[in-house]
């Protein structure tokens, strides 16, 4: 089993939701987060004065599925969110050593 971690523009959450249920992701973990990268933030005017915004805000989804699939849903997510501007996001995938449903006690890809 994967754990894939991906950043995503907030305005991208819908429409990369919609591309993974279709890819057959079952369900997801979604978080509100801030970060920089390369962008590293952007100034804003307010009332007259600069300021420095230096986390810019970000989706963070958290999806584990089987091994198999960690590579299409990689793409999936890569196509849908990429709008070719700085700040589309980074992929991460990680191994998954046990996965367990609590309330059926099922384990690792039937806990899927």
């Known amino acids: 089993m994967k754990l894939i971690i991906a950043t995503i523009k907030p305005f991208k959450l819908e429409e990369v939701r919609e591309a993974l249920t279709t890819a057959g992701v079952r369900g997801m973990m979604v978080t509100e987060i801030k ?11 307010y009332r007259g004065a600069e300021y420095a915004v230096n986390f810019v805000p970000k ?3 958290e999806i584990v599925v089987p091994a198999t699939m960690a590579d299409q849903i990689v ?5 849908t969110a990429k709008t ?3 700040g589309d996001g980074k992929i991460f995938v990680l191994d ?14 039937e806990a899927l």
């Open 96 to 109: 998954v050593e046990q996965a367990l449903r609590v309330r059926t006690g099922e384990t690792n890809e």
């Open 75 to 79: 793409e999936t997510i890569t196509k």
């Open 35 to 45: 970060g920089f990268g390369s962008q590293s933030g952007h100034t804003e005017i």
């Open 59 to 61: 989706i963070k989804l």
């Open 84 to 86: 070719g501007k700085i």
